[in-house]
């Protein structure tokens, strides 16, 4: 059973950068997809990108995309998001979630009920 552990969160001001780690125990992270989701109070769960588990193929919200990068070290058991130019709406609680595929006929799995194994968070606070 492969465990998920997040860190890197913190405070950081608006424009700044960030970098997540979800480091995997128990079984090699290489076979799975993995996806990061954040939730910020009052607000459900949404997602932010998936990586195959290869690391080629990439898939992120709008929201994110071209301030966030997904990466993965299958060698060290680890994915990892850069975050960058941030801003006071990425403030949440991140979570990275491990999924057996990528997703299905080329679609990524965006859906947080779509992973099987899940971190328990890491919390980001962006200031303005």
């Known amino acids: 059973q492969v465990q998920l552990v997040e860190s890197g969160g913190g405070l950081v001001q608006a424009g700044g950068s960030l970098r997540l780690s979800c480091a995997a125990s128990?079984?090699?992270?290489?076979?799975?997809?993995v996806g990061w989701f954040r939730q910020a109070p009052g607000n459900e769960r949404e997602f932010v990108v998936t990586?195959?588990?290869?690391?080629?193929?990439?898939h992120y919200a709008d929201s994110v995309k071209d301030r966030f990068t997904i990466s993965r070290d299958n060698a060290k058991n680890t994915v990892y998001l850069q975050m960058n130019s941030m801003k006071p709406e990425d403030t949440a609680i991140y979570y990275c979630a491990a999924a057996g595929q990528y997703g299905t006929s080329g679609t990524p799995r965006i859906r947080w009920g779509e992973y099987e194994l899940w971190g328990r968070g890491t919390q980001v606070t962006v200031s303005s």
């Open positions: 128990g079984r090699t992270l290489s076979s799975y997809a």
């Open positions: 990586i195959s588990r290869t690391g080629i193929r990439t």
